[in-house]
Every structure is written in structure tokens, then in C-alpha cells.
């Protein structure tokens, strides 16, 4: 066990990273790979022994298992996607049965119940024990009781969170009052999905991570204001260290922040005993000290990035400032955002699958605001607690600032990115690339230009749908979302999936901007959790729904969101046309039917799910949300010959075979998410229709699909891989 730990951390691509982008200015001396590669191993084997002790800890034997359960919270309590809490936690003991446990192991713990907890705290609570692949826990505690708190926050804890909760509550709201926080703490909890993708985009998220940059504004401006109070320079620097490890706590100690803190602690040192700060070294003692300190930093993707965005202010923003033939300060203007974007490319790329040309001049244009916001908010936050109307004038200051990066994230985000779905590929793509710009650095005028021009034609070429589309499906993970085109921007929309940034992504590059029907199958999150993201600057007219509520947290949310669209429930014998199509209620009936035999999730609510077939004169569709064995049957005479089927259940295994035969489909659409725990979609479902002669595309494996049709014979076109036709007669 603990070789396999070791040998899984050493190859840990993060690690292969650093290794082949900082080795590059050296080359490979030996004496520097000797010491790379010591370092390697040092911090494999500090990996493989807390690894190890997770793997043998008592609570991973009580996987499915219910427990009573203490601990001590880690992290602040976080609002999901899903409308769930989520928050680590050192588990101290546990009871199961009439054995008791006693250890000391980090956990997950997921509830339904908003809580306001502050690290430190111990709970008290009731919880099924369920295996996570989070690789820093030992395993996921799903609470569904209420959680009986044991201690109370500590005084130091407590006047940090009034400060985190002062800055939240005066920050205002919108766009610009969720970016105040995140840029000062790192608080992002008040920053809707849709502004993250948008930040994401636009090359911005590092602006809500604290990070060195934060450090080093807060730590100047601490070191400027320590000399009104101290002569001597060795006392304010000794304050300047003892504020900034208090900043470190309050904006709680994420890999960035200690990354930065541990680099942080040298410069001072450095300065203090007045010998010479060089930075690079203090990033080698930095990245020594986090790893050493908590060794799942070493694999965590933000730590990387902080590490390498570093490392190319430090390394590659001199050299390109010196050689812009441009003004010498627009010159050092554009030097740190392309050193760092060209250093954080090849995982940026890994993990989002895009990179974002248009990143650069967003930074550019977000830097002026930065250092107005991150002290000014500072201020704000810390007087917080004791001087609220002060706090509100400062917030109002720093507003503007804030407005202006938000409308640069927006007008960013807009522009197209260069997608690499591959992320292991991608990651050996632009790594090359940097290694291949470094190599030929005397001629990097004519590589650059050369890269750009590549970089830019491929984002235009690969662009999704591209061109004219009668049917799309989104990819929105492990959820439905189907889009049928009405022209000039008009859509009718089945189902939203379960995340709101990726529907809003998905009818932003469709070009969607009204809905003049939108049909929620059914009211499971994974069909209905998107629904903010649709209606982000759309307006839906008519809300087809079934006649099952439940579950009922998210049909209330729902129809909260919809309280301003004309809501209709549907049965079974509605036909009615909208813009030439036609549309035919198969399912449900009237009332919510119970069946004997239910395989599958036996589920009520899947099995009220709208069925229904769709059709014009160049194409016809069925679909029906999660419908099961026992109501596809049911509708089986109802049904008939059509050119694409959305299959149920996202392809689960449990389908009715005479329901499939008859509709004799000439394209399967399963909308599913990759590697989702289910095992959808099912092999023997696509062995099936595969036997039919029904060609399957699925959006784990294709990405979103448009499909062009005319007279019936289909073309499809995929946002992951190539163009591929099908044609049928």
C-alpha cells in the first residue's frame, strides 16, 4: 500500500510540471536535477504517509453505514450547486453498533441544513458513511438530522467571521458585490455559477484566489502604515509579519495563501536582517514549506497554478518586458499577465479543456482596479464589526472598481476559446508549446506571431454549432437538456440539466435569447437544477410541467424562478403546435400512476416524467425525461417510427426493448456525464440500439451535439472531435 502511494504521487502531473517547465532555464544541470529529483521523492514519501494513514483508517471500513458521529469543523460550511452544504471536518470519534471509535481522520460531511458554523467548532451528529474519491478525506458523512453543536467558536474565530460576515453583508448585491469579498478574503460564496463561468473565462478567477499578489498589496501597505506608529524598521516589520499571519487566518489558509504567506516569511526575513531578497529562491522555500506542511497541496491544481504563475513573473515576464517593441511602461504592463498565462497554459488547459486568447488583455484591462479594491476593502473589512457606516461608505468607494471588472469579465467571456477536450493531450500541447517559445526565445518575435495566429485560427474553426441547426443537445453533464431552434434567437427548451453555468453557456453559443416554451420533464435537479441559467437575460413565456411535484424543494424553487411565465400542466392526449411543430403528449396520465413492478430507481417521479413526440416535415423526435420500463410501456401503442430518439434515463440499463424496436430510431441522443458513478449509460442499452442500426451519440464521449436536418437525413456536428455525417433515408 504505501509503495503504490508513493509511486501514484511521484508521477503526480503536477509535479511533472514544475519539473519539465522550471528545469527548462537550466538545463538540466545535474547538480539542479539531482535536487529536483530528491525534492520529488521527499515530497512523494511525505504524500504516501498521509495517504497511507487515511487508507487505514477505522472509518473506511463502515462505507454504507450509519453513525453517530464527533467532530471538529475544518472550513467553513459552503453552499453546493446543489442547494447542499458542504464543509471538512477532523472526525474525533464515532459509534456504530455498541463499538466506539476514537481517531483523529479528515472528512467530508454533506447536509441539506444551512448551518453556521466557524473552524474550530465540535458537532455532534448522525450520518451514512459513503466512499469519496477526494483524495485529502477519508470518506463522505451525509447528514440528514440536524447537527447538535457541541462548543462554541472561539473568540478568535468569532471575530474573524465577523469580519468575513461584515465585509459579505456591506458589500452589496450583484456581480459587483460578490466580487468585493472574493477579491479582499477569498470569500466567493455570494458569486452565482454564472459569474464564475464568466470569470473563468475571461482568465479573471485568479482575482478571487488570494494569492501573492494580495500579500504583497496588503503587506505594502501594512509596511507603509507601520511607520507612523514605529521608528525603528525592525518593529514595523515585525508587525507587518504578525498582520499578515492574522490575514492568513482570516482569509483561511487555501494552497495559494500559504504558498504565498511561506515566500512572504522570507522577503520579510530577508529584509529584516538586511541581505539581499531574492524571490526565486524564496519560491523553492515556499513550495519546500507548503508541501512538507500539508503534502496534498502538491496535487492540488490551485497550488500549481499559484506556484507557476510565480514562477513565470519571475522567470519570463523580464524577458518579455525587455523585448516589446512598445512603450517600456505598456511594455511592463503586459509582461506579468502573458508570463503568467503562458506558464499556467498547460493546466489551465488539463483541467478546463479551453484556453482563453482573450485572458491576456482581460488582465490588462482588470489591473488598474486590483490594488484600489484589495485596500480599500481591506479596511473595510477589518473596522467592519465596530464601524458599519464607515464600512458602507468605503464599500461605495470601491464599487465603481468593482463594476468595471465585472463588465471586463462579461465583455471577456463573450469571446471564443480554444478548446482542447483531452485534458491529458492539452496538457502536452501547450507545455510543448511553452517549452518550444523558451527554446527559441532569440527568434520569439516570428514563434510568437506564428503561435498566435494558430491559436486564433483553431478557436475559429472548431467554434460550436457553427452554422445552421434545427436540434441541439447540451452537454451538461449528468442531466437533459435538448434545444429546439425557432430562429432569430428563439428556442423551445427541454429540460436544463443540473448546472446553471453550463445551460447558460450552451444558449449563449446557440444564440438563444427567448423561450417561448420551456418543458421541465420533471422536477429532479439533474433536469431542472440549471433553470437560473437559462433564464440569465431570457425571457421564457409558457412553462410546460407533469403533473408529480415532487420533489418538492426543487419544484418550489422552480416555479419561484417561473412566477412570471404561464405555467401548464400537461397530460397525456395533449397535441398542440407551436412555429410549424408539432407537439404530442404520450405521458403522463392524469394522475400519478402506481406500478407494481418498478425496476430501475422505482421511482414515482421518474415515471411521471412528459413523454412526447415531436415532429415537422424534416424531422421527428420522442423524448421522455427518465421515464422506466413499466410507463414505456404503457405508451408503446401510442408510439411510432421517428428519426431520433432522446433516450430515457440518460441510456440506464433498464429500458423497454418493445419500446425501442418500435420507435426504430435512426439517431440515439443520450445526454450523460462522464464518468458519473451510475454506470450510465448501460453497455446492453447501446448494444441494443447499436443492433437496431441505430447510430448512438452520447455528450460524455461527443461533448453537445447540433444536428442539421432536411428531409430526414441528418447531419451531426460535435463540440468535442470532429465533424461527422450521418445520413439515413
Request: hydrophobic residues 50%; positive net charge; contains cysteine.
Amino acid at each position: 500500500m504505501w509503495t503504490g502511494a508513493l509511486l501514484q504521487s511521484a508521477v503526480s502531473p503536477w509535479r511533472i510540471c514544475f519539473a519539465a517547465i522550471i528545469a527548462i532555464p537550466f538545463g538540466f544541470k545535474k547538480a539542479r536535477f539531482l535536487v529536483l529529483v530528491v525534492a520529488i521523492l521527499v515530497g512523494a514519501t511525505a504524500m504516501s504517509i498521509r495517504q497511507a494513514s487515511l487508507e487505514q483508517s477505522s472509518i473506511v471500513k463502515h462505507f454504507d453505514s450509519q453513525i453517530d458521529f464527533t467532530a471538529q469543523v475544518i472550513t467553513d460550511p459552503n453552499q453546493t450547486s446543489s442547494g447542499k452544504y458542504s464543509f471538512t471536518a477532523r472526525l474525533l470519534s464515532f459509534d456504530i453498533k455498541d463499538e466506539h471509535f476514537a481517531l483523529r481522520v479528515a472528512v467530508r460531511i454533506i447536509t441539506e441544513q444551512r448551518i453556521d458554523l466557524l473552524p474550530g467548532q465540535s458537532v455532534r451528529a448522525h450520518a451514512r458513511v459513503i466512499q469519496t474519491n477526494e483524495s485529502r478525506v477519508a470518506a463522505m458523512l451525509i447528514v440528514d438530522k440536524d447537527f447538535e453543536v457541541l462548543t462554541a467558536p472561539s473568540r478568535w474565530a468569532s471575530a474573524l467571521g465577523a469580519i468575513r460576515t461584515g465585509l459579505r453583508s456591506h458589500s452589496g448585491d450583484g456581480d459587483a458585490g460578490s466580487l468585493i469579498p472574493g477579491m479582499v478574503l477569498g470569500d466567493t460564496s455570494k458569486q452565482t455559477a454564472q459569474f464564475k463561468d464568466q470569470m473563468k473565462r475571461s482568465g479573471l478567477t485568479h482575482l478571487v484566489a488570494v494569492s501573492g499578489a494580495n500579500f504583497a498589496i496588503v503587506s505594502s501597505f501594512v509596511l507603509w502604515g507601520m511607520q507612523f506608529l514605529f521608528r525603528r524598521k525592525s518593529y514595523r516589520i515585525i508587525a507587518t509579519a504578525i498582520a499578515l499571519s492574522c490575514f492568513i487566518a482570516l482569509v483561511r489558509p487555501s494552497p495559494s495563501v500559504l504558498r504565498a504567506a511561506a515566500m512572504a516569511a522570507v522577503l520579510l526575513s530577508a529584509l529584516a536582517t538586511k541581505r539581499a531578497t531574492d524571490s526565486l529562491p524564496a519560491l523553492g522555500f515556499a513550495i519546500v514549506a507548503v508541501v512538507l506542511g500539508d503534502p496534498w497541496q502538491s496535487r492540488d491544481a490551485g497550488f500549481a497554478l499559484s506556484v507557476l504563475a510565480t514562477a513565470g513573473l519571475l522567470l519570463f515576464a523580464p524577458i518579455i518586458e525587455s523585448n516589446l517593441p512598445t512603450h517600456k511602461k505598456l511594455a511592463g504592463a503586459l509582461a506579468p499577465p502573458i508570463a503568467a498565462t503562458v506558464f499556467c497554459s498547460p493546466i489551465l488547459v488539463a483541467l478546463s479543456g479551453y484556453l482563453s486568447p482573450m485572458s491576456i488583455i482581460a488582465n490588462l484591462l482588470a489591473a488598474p482596479f486590483v490594488g484600489p479594491i484589495t485596500i480599500v476593502g481591506f479596511i473595510a473589512a477589518v473596522i467592519s464589526p465596530f464601524a458599519p457606516a464607515l464600512t458602507s461608505i468605503l464599500m461605495y468607494i470601491i464599487r465603481a472598481p468593482a463594476e468595471a471588472i465585472v463588465g471586463i469579465a462579461h465583455w471577456s467571456s463573450g469571446f471564443p476559446v480554444l478548446t482542447i477536450h483531452n485534458g491529458k493531450i492539452g496538457f502536452a500541447i501547450v507545455a510543448m508549446i511553452v517549452m518550444f517559445v523558451w527554446l527559441f526565445k532569440k527568434s520569439w518575435r516570428r514563434s510568437t506571431a506564428i503561435l498566435l495566429v494558430v491559436i486564433l485560427s483553431l478557436t475559429w474553426i472548431q467554434r460550436w454549432p457553427s452554422g445552421d441547426w434545427q436540434i441541439a443537445n447540451c452537454d451538461v453533464g449528468q442531466g437533459d437538456s435538448m434545444v429546439i431552434n425557432l430562429q432569430h434567437g428563439q428556442a423551445i427548451v427541454i429540460d436544463v440539466g443540473p448546472d446553471p453555468a453550463a445551460e447558460n453557456k450552451c444558449l449563449r453559443n446557440l444564440g438563444i435569447t427567448e423561450v417561448p416554451l420551456l418543458i421541465l420533464s420533471h422536477f429532479h435537479a439533474d433536469h431542472v437544477g440549471g433553470l437560473s441559467g437559462l433564464l440569465q437575460s431570457r425571457k421564457v413565456e409558457q412553462v410546460w410541467i407533469s403533473n408529480n411535484l415532487q420533489p418538492l424543494l426543487e419544484s418550489t424553487n422552480a416555479l419561484s424562478l417561473l412566477r412570471e411565465s404561464e405555467i401548464v400542466t400537461v397530460q397525456k392526449g395533449l397535441v398542440s403546435q407551436i412555429a410549424g411543430i408539432q407537439f404530442e403528449v404520450l405521458w403522463p396520465e392524469n394522475t400519478t400512476r402506481d406500478f407494481q413492478s418498478m425496476p430501475g430507481d422505482g421511482s414515482q417521479i421518474n415515471n411521471s416524467s412528459i413523454a412526447m413526440l415531436i415532429s415537422t416535415p424534416d424531422w421527428s423526435i420522442f423524448t421522455a425525461g427518465d421515464l422506466e420500463p413499466p410507463a414505456q410501456h404503457e405508451i408503446l401503442a401510442s408510439v411510432r417510427k421517428v428519426d431520433i430518439y432522446k433516450v430515457c434515463h440518460h441510456g440506464s440499463k433498464y429500458q423497454d426493448e418493445e419500446l425501442m424496436g418500435a420507435l426504430s430510431a435512426q439517431l440515439a441522443v443520450i445526454s450523460v456525464g462522464a464518468k458519473n458513478s451510475y454506470g450510465h449509460p448501460a453497455p446492453e442499452t447501446i448494444a441494443f440500439l447499436t443492433r437496431l442500426g441505430t447510430q448512438v451519440v452520447r455528450t460524455d464521449a461527443d461533448g453537445a451535439l447540433a444536428i442539421t436536418a432536411k428531409d430526414h437525413h441528418l447531419r451531426v456536428r460535435k463540440s468535442k472531435g470532429t465533424i461527422r455525417l450521418f445520413y439515413w433515408s
